[in-house]
């Protein structure tokens, strides 16, 4: 019999917030990059975020039949700003600025296309993603 003890919550090794230049745009006061602050999520937060980027669409040919398809851009989006704990992609002010409403939109727009695609490996890093998700589509799409 195993050590149980080591799967109690009160004796697993917590995820520390990550900090991560996604950007060397954004400068503070010494004119160093700003880092931001990343956290990981829960398998039930995921799952959450997953749904809500999952929708029924009808089997062609099938008449009735429905399959789910998950739209990962919008998925990985949301999950970035879920994960992105400074800045606050939230604030109002930070989204008027930029003239965006939402976190992920404005993550897309704060960030260049290859900034915003490193941190899309960088959270899904820290979410314990091996492989990214765009390599795993990819996969299935070859299969």
């Known amino acids: 019999m195993s050590n149980l003890s080591a799967f109690l919550a009160q004796n697993v090794i917590k995820d520390d917030k990550i900090k991560y230049v996604a950007s060397k745009r954004f400068l503070d006061q010494d004119k160093k990059p700003v880092e931001w602050e990343v956290k990981g999520l829960t398998s039930a937060e995921d799952e959450m975020i997953r749904k809500a980027c999952t929708k029924k669409v009808p089997v062609t040919g099938k008449r009735g039949q429905f ?69 795993l589509v990819d996969e299935a799409k070859n299969s």
């Open 67 to 135: 399959t789910q398809e998950t739209d990962y851009n919008q998925y990985l989006g949301k999950l970035a700003a879920a994960c992105t704990v400074f800045p606050n992609l939230n604030d109002v002010e930070l989204q008027n600025s930029y003239g965006i409403m939402g976190a992920d939109a404005l993550l897309k727009t704060m960030l260049k296309p290859g900034e915003y695609a490193d941190y899309l490996a960088k959270v899904q890093e820290v979410n314990g993603f091996e492989v990214s998700m765009e390599e």
